[in-house]
């Protein structure tokens, strides 16, 4: 069964700094997709970037990008310019390619943005 | 904005009683997903329809639990007997399926919280 793990259960970053939130992934698995999506509170949860494991190239998404690390199983996030509105709970997420398509979310990371 | 619906937000109902939470998702998605978010924790799957045909569930999804979306269009989630375990978020999520959108994303409600006293 795939798992992921997200070992940051919370995160503080100073506005207009950079933060990385970090994720690893158990899979035997060669085709799937990475995520993340933010949960701002009280609020629905939207995809922040996709990452193909086909891809080798980094995804990147105006100030969000990814650190893909196929082999080690490990898929960051980095925010750069940290915004007000970025505080959330972030949560990375595995899909494998099959006719399902369920994620499979980590625990999460409260990210906190000081003024 | 035609987002996923949910609906009610909150419930609150006492042990034993049955509950039902409804999902409207995006008009011409096919694919319609309900996953379950305890407090502090990340989704975990519940069950999945493509159309009508309910295609998975998860061992969480106990027999106290049944999911229908008999249009292929709304679905409907039922717990029976709820216990107070039972308490959480319950997420609804839709997206187009096939060979042409295994790669689309899943499109999130905001949630119905539950809470069983």
């Known amino acids: 069964a795939q798992t992921v793990t997200q070992s940051q259960p919370e995160m503080s970053v100073q506005e207009a700094e950079t933060v990385t939130l970090s994720c690893t992934y158990d899979t035997s698995e060669s085709d799937y997709y990475l995520f993340w999506y933010k949960q701002p509170p009280s609020r629905q949860m939207i995809l922040v970037i996709r990452?193909?494991?086909?891809?080798?190239q980094n995804a990147t998404e105006n100030r969000f990008s990814v650190n893909f690390q196929k082999a080690a199983k490990s898929f960051s996030l980095k925010i750069s310019d940290s915004q007000l509105g970025d505080a959330a709970m972030y949560f990375c997420?595995?899909?494998?390619?099959?006719?399902?398509?369920?994620?499979?979310f980590g625990g999460g990371t409260r990210l906190m943005v000081k003024p | 904005d035609t987002g996923v619906s949910q609906d009610p937000r909150h419930k609150i109902t006492k042990r034993g009683q049955n509950v039902t939470f409804r999902c409207d998702p995006i008009s011409e998605h096919n694919r319609l997903y309900w996953y379950r978010q305890t407090l502090g924790q990340g989704p975990e799957f519940l069950t999945y329809f493509q159309n009508e045909a309910q295609l998975e569930k998860s061992r969480l999804l106990s027999d106290r639990f049944s999911a229908e979306r008999p249009k292929g269009s709304f679905s409907t989630l039922e717990i029976q007997r709820t216990e107070q375990g039972d308490s959480a978020m319950y997420l609804c999520?839709?997206?187009?399926?096939?060979?042409?959108?295994?790669?689309?994303?899943?499109?999130f409600g905001p949630g119905t919280r539950l809470t069983v006293l």
């Open positions: 997420a595995y899909r494998f390619n099959n006719a399902g398509n369920m994620l499979t």
């Open positions: 999520a839709s997206s187009l399926g096939g060979l042409a959108g295994v790669g689309n994303e899943q499109f």
């Open positions: 990452q193909e494991a086909y891809k080798q």
